[in-house]
């Protein structure tokens, strides 16, 4: 063998072992770079959306199942007057081809540490490991109110479902502190309005309640002042709900002497109220036992319900006695 060709066979050896030693150099290096590409980068990504504001972002990231109620549109979760989390330390804990992900946030004046499932999602150009989040980060959230079925959840309108002497609903909302308002379709009402806390471990609840204005007062005042002044008229003296001793025909005068002139208690829950005193004053034909019958003055209050549909409101008398 010539001299040159030697050289050139040591020459082309050297060349594959210096190739072998970049190759397995190239391997040590990509292997260290995957061990250190955890997935708190993706995580931290997506809770910036969550916490800037951003649910199209979010959800684009990770995607919601279907069939559920949600209210995560950039609308609501961007509104004036929603609190978004704050986002502290976050860590992870790796085996193989999935982990976990811990992420210290605050909400409010409270602090919670998120769980966030991730797995391996597809290898960039073939080599670098990336994560993906397994599940989107999102909690039911019961709205509760008594009074009416319309609410605004952070500016966006909802209706309620109805539920024995109320209404509710549940949805599925990004973690944040949402101004929830009870609008109110009657005069006979007031709205109410609470915040709804939606965070990590818990189940977001609020219950709202529209009370009662003065002109629920005023209008039953009203109604039964009417219906007082009907038990000493002839014929509807005789109504069922009169008092026991206004309804009888043989009477020369009926008369009301003291009027009702005050609510004095109503229960905003059951829609039941009671008056004040009311006093009527009956006068009896004479007889031949009793010549000169005297007045007798017959004192009682009146008990009874009373509906609201819209700006209208009716009363049932129960009793008066």
């Known amino acids: ?73 950039n609308d609501v979760f961007a509104a004036d007057g929603v609190q978004h989390i704050v986002v502290g330390e976050v860590t992870s804990e790796v085996q193989d081809d999935s982990g976990m992900v811990s992420a210290e946030i605050t909400l409010g004046d409270a602090e919670y540490t998120v769980f966030i499932a991730v797995s391996a999602g597809e ?108 038990c000493t008229e002839v014929p509807t003296n005789m109504d069922y709900d009169c008092p026991a001793k206004v309804k009888n025909k043989d009477l020369a005068s009926l008369e009301v002497t003291t009027q009702v002139s005050d609510v004095a208690w109503i229960d905003e829950e059951l829609l039941h109220f009671e008056t004040d005193s009311a006093t009527i004053t009956i006068l009896r034909n004479p007889t031949a036992a009793v010549p000169n019958p005297k007045p007798e003055e017959i004192v009682f209050e009146v008990y009874g319900t009373f509906t609201i549909t819209g700006d209208v409101l009716e009363i049932d008398i129960d009793h008066a006695w």
Do not use: C
Not at 50 to 73: C, K, Q, R, S
Not at 174 to 199: F, K, M, N
């Open 123 to 230: 290898s960039d150009y073939g080599l670098l490991r990336t994560w993906v989040i397994d599940n989107p980060l999102v909690h039911p959230a019961q709205v509760w109110a008594i009074g009416s079925d319309e609410v605004t959840i952070a500016g966006s309108a909802q209706t309620l479902s109805p539920y024995f002497d109320g209404h509710n609903a549940t949805f599925m909302m990004y973690p944040a502190i949402y101004p929830v308002t009870l609008e109110s379709d009657s005069i006979y009402r007031s709205g109410d309005a609470q915040s709804l806390v939606v965070a990590p471990g818990r189940n977001g609840v609020v219950s709202l309640q529209a009370s009662l204005t003065d002109d629920v007062k005023d209008e039953i005042l009203a109604q039964v002042q009417d219906f007082v002044t009907a």
């Open 1 to 73: 063998m010539s001299r040159r060709a030697k050289r050139a066979i040591i020459g082309t050896a050297v060349s594959v072992g210096a190739i072998g030693v970049l190759l397995g150099g190239a391997a040590v290096a990509l292997n260290v770079i995957n061990a250190n590409r955890g997935p708190e980068g993706v995580v931290q990504e997506y809770l910036a959306h969550l916490a800037n504001g951003d649910a199209a972002a979010a959800t684009a990231m990770v995607p919601v199942p279907p069939d559920l109620e949600y209210i995560i549109d």
